[in-house]
T-cell receptor, first 115, second 113 residues
Framework: GAVVSQHPSWVICKSGTSVKIECRSLDFQATTMFWYRQFPKQSLMLMATSNEGSKATYEQGVEKDKFLINHASLTLSTLTVTSAHPEDSSFYIC???????????FGSGTQLSVL | GENVEQHPSTLSVQEGDSAVIKCTYSDSASNYFPWYKQELGKRPQLIIDIRSNVGEKKDQRIAVTLNKTAKHFSLHITETQPEDSAVYFCAASTGNYGQNFVFGPGTRLSVLP
């Protein structure tokens, strides 16, 4: 099956710093990737849709200047949490759409803790 | 837009019994319905999916049924095992290129030994 790699798996940072999370499709090209935030025992909350070569589409209430998304190639999308604060602490997870009959596969997630 | 509801939110079954999780969707244009299993701290894993031109699909102990008229689909797990314990999410998609998937709120399944 399709493999989506996400790094880092966990990160601890100080308040005010920026953190970059990478999402890679390893064995397929992904024109579209999605970024989610997941709180404990809750469902996946879509943050933004990342399209290769164009600007990301953000969901209502998600600050685009705070959560920077770059989808520079067909196999890589990055999410940068800028000026992180403790309330940004969460599990961030990406997913990628395969081509053809589109199926959705998930990265392994990144647990972000902001001190 | 699409809205996906999922029931029950929690489900406990005895090992060996069957488990059924149901989802309803609102957008009649949705035509692809995957199910994901997420273990604690891990990624959601695609376990089975169904497209709208099919009414039922089975893969070993798991099966999915779809009723397009009623706009609902269900996951059936037979002969449950402790390793089936996880959170299960259903989703709906219109299948348009790059279309987002709308997820249900999840069902926490516990299989008791």
């Amino acid at each position: 099956g399709a493999v989506v790699s996400q790094h880092p798996s966990w990160v601890i940072c100080k308040s005010g710093t920026s953190v970059k999370i990478e999402c890679r499709s390893l064995d397929f090209q992904a024109t579209t990737m999605f970024w989610y935030r997941q709180f404990p025992k809750q469902s996946l909350m879509l943050m933004a849709t990342s399209n290769e070569g164009s600007k990301a589409t953000y969901e209502q209430g998600v600050e685009k200047d705070k959560f920077l998304i770059n989808h520079a190639s067909l196999t890589l999308s990055t999410l940068t949490v800028t000026s992180a604060h403790p309330e940004d602490s969460s599990f961030y997870i990406c997913s990628a759409l395969t081509g053809g009959f589109e199926k959705l596969f998930f990265g392994s997630g990144t647990q972000l803790s902001v001190l | 837009g699409e809205n996906v509801e999922q029931h029950p939110s929690t489900l406990s079954v005895q090992e060996g019994d069957s488990a059924v999780i149901k989802c309803t969707y609102s957008d009649s244009a949705s035509n692809y319905f995957p199910w994901y299993k997420q273990e604690l701290g891990k990624r959601p894993q695609l376990i089975i999916d169904i497209r709208s031109n099919v009414g039922e699909k089975k893969d070993q102990r798991i099966a999915v049924t779809l009723n397009k008229t009623a706009k609902h689909f269900s996951l059936h797990i037979t002969e449950t095992q402790p390793e089936d314990s996880a959170v299960y999410f259903c989703a709906a998609s219109t299948g348009n290129y790059g279309q987002n998937f709308v997820f249900g709120p999840g069902t926490r399944l516990s299989v008791l030994p």
